[in-house]
């Protein structure tokens, strides 16, 4: 059964960091370009951040780069999400996905992705 379990979120303050993990089951993992969402309260939900299969590329949202970084250890079968220099306006509920076709390349797009994982509360409040 696919799976994705993500882990790590929490109740931070501003200018602290969160690093984010995303477990994947079975075979997916090493057919799947991966990514990371979030949704806000009252918005829809958004790119984050996204890796090749190969980890070749990687994409980010133009609100998070230099602050946020995707890597993914394919021994591990596991994306990381290591979000620094947090800001309130992080705060959501962040979410991992894998997409399996495109030619295994990052979308920003999330109807490009094919599995989801339950999603993880990160909060920044001082």
């Known amino acids: 059964q696919v799976q994705l379990v993500e882990s790590g979120g929490g109740l931070v303050q501003p200018g602290t960091s969160l690093r984010l993990a995303c477990a994947a089951s079975g075979r997916l993992f090493s057919r799947s370009a991966m990514g990371w969402f979030r949704q806000a309260p009252g918005k829809e939900r958004e790119f984050v951040a996204g890796?090749?299969?190969?980890?070749?590329?990687?994409d980010y949202t133009d609100s998070v780069k230099g602050r946020f970084t995707i890597s993914r250890d394919n021994t591990k079968n596991t994306v990381y999400l290591q979000m620094n220099s947090l800001k309130p306006e992080d705060t959501a509920v962040y979410y991992c996905?894998?997409?399996?076709?495109?030619?295994?390349?990052?979308?920003?797009?999330?109807?490009?992705?094919?599995?989801w994982g339950q999603g993880t509360q990160v909060t920044v409040s001082s």
């Open positions: 890796v090749s299969l190969s980890g070749g590329s990687r």
């Open positions: 996905a894998a997409r399996q076709g495109g030619n295994y390349l990052i979308s920003k797009y999330n109807d490009d992705y094919d599995y």
